[in-house]
């Protein structure tokens, strides 16, 4: 299949333009705006490859984006482009709305007009895969799993913005018969994540011998799904995934933020034992305002139907990313230097009033 792959300089959307090139026969359009969280550095593995071309647009301009799906043809989006990180919607939730919402409404838009012009066969084949979070279905007390029945209840202006995204999405499927599968799932963590979120800000920060922010009294818990097997999980949906149906992905390793950073911290004792112990750098922050206490995904429809699973423990894959963080300085040291250096993202400022 040609497939667009928005927001490929992302996180995950790398590592899925990474695994899609690598493993499969299928060609890629990665299409990115490059905001602040894209990193063309991520993809230096496969930049030359003859299955993978790169892009720079914004999805919220319908015009760009509708010459690039008359000149690629696709024959399947997987959607990951959004504003990603809590924190920084809660200072600002504009980029928030525009991108993952009205985004989103216009991909959906292009999409449909681009597959008006396809005979039947071609339309029916197309794929669009939208990628969200747990974090749409809102907080889990200390028991229970988010099914793919569970209601959505987002409480931050991020899960809301992708709570709308899933909406239109699914509007679009039942409304304009739009081949959409929707897939929400668990943090991730691993290779190439922006220095923001919470494993490699508190990598780096261990490293760099500065104290390690934990919100509240550390106890919220998250289910940490490793980025590959996240990739594998995404492209598995979309070959085999059915068109209407939702697909929830989790690693099955739920962990205390608390106890995320402790176990970093091990690894740093015997990866860097001179700055030993670094579980003394931990300091506990005032909370997120709306921190959301537990999310975990019972992911037995793909398990049981696409026959996925995670393939990484906690512990291996936390083991794989400590090493991968310490031998990459090159990838990370200039977004450390130039786009964000590790100050407290979160806090509340007085309402965006536009005109
Ligand atoms: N990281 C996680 O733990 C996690 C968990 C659940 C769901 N998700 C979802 O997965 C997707 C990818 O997350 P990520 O962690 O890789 O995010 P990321 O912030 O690392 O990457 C987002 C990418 O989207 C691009 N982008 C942003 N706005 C754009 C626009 N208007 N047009 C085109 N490109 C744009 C950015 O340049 C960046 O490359 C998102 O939709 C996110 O909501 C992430």
Redesign the pocket.
Known sequence: MRIIV??????????VCRHLVSNTNHAVLN?????????LTSLVAIENAPNYRFVR?????STTIERVFETFAPQAVI???????VDRSITGSR?FV???VI?TYQLLEVTRGYLSKLPIDQREAFRFL??????VYGSLGAQGLFTEETPYDPSSP?SAS?AA?DHLAMAWQRTYDLPIILS??????GP???PE?LIPLMILNALEGRSLPVYGDGSNVRDW?Y?DD?ARALVLVLEQGQVGRKYNIGGRNERSNIDVVKRICLLMDQLRPEQAPHARLITYVTDRPGHDYRYAIDAGRIENELGWRAEETFESGIDKTVRWYLDNSAWWQPLRNKVYGGERLGTVRPPEVTS
Do not use: M, P, R
């Open positions: 928005t927001g490929g300089a992302g996180f995950i959307g790398s590592a299409v990115d705006k490059l905001t602040y969280a894209g990193t647009a914004d999805i919220c301009d959607h990951l482009a959004a504003e990603s990180h980029d525009d991108t993952n985004g939208a990628v969200s979070t747990d974090e991020y992708k995204s929400n799932c668990s943090n991730n963590y190439h994540q922006f979120k799904l980025v996240h």
